[in-house]
């Protein structure tokens, strides 16, 4: 069984920073580009950064205050949160495209998601 796990959520001020991290654990065989998506209140998923290859990619609204990292031998993820806006306030889900066997497809699996709450 594969589990994706998320930590370092909670509540900030306006202006401040969190480090979310997320690790991929169990039966995986390869594994592709773990991602960070977000769901604000009464809005849909949405993601808002990944690699394509090495590059970083990143959502307009986070681009220049989030940076995201990874350690590919121990299949984890960081995403560093910097001048943190109310608007940030959401669950963060890490994500990623896993092979459990060799011959198999690649199945999406997500963590169960961090609370991120930006406020006064």
């Known amino acids: 069984q594969v589990r994706l796990v998320e930590s370092g959520g909670g509540l900030v001020q306006p202006g401040g920073s969190l480090r979310l991290s997320c690790t991929a654990s169990?039966?995986?065989?390869?594994?592709?580009?773990m991602g960070w998506f977000r769901q604000r209140p009464g809005m849909q998923r949405e993601l808002i950064a990944t690699?394509?290859?090495?590059?970083?990619n990143y959502a307009d609204s986070v681009k220049g205050r989030f940076t995201i990292s990874r350690e590919n031998t121990n299949h984890t993820t960081w995403l560093q949160m910097n001048s943190l806006k109310p608007e940030d306030t959401a669950v963060y889900y890490c994500?990623?495209?896993?092979?459990?066997?060799?011959?198999?497809?690649?199945?999406?699996?997500w963590g169960p998601g961090t609370q991120v709450t930006v406020s006064s």
């Open positions: 690699f394509t290859g090495d590059v970083p």
């Open positions: 169990g039966r995986i065989v390869m594994i592709g580009p």
């Open positions: 994500n990623a495209a896993i092979r459990t066997w060799s011959g198999g497809n690649w199945n999406d699996y």
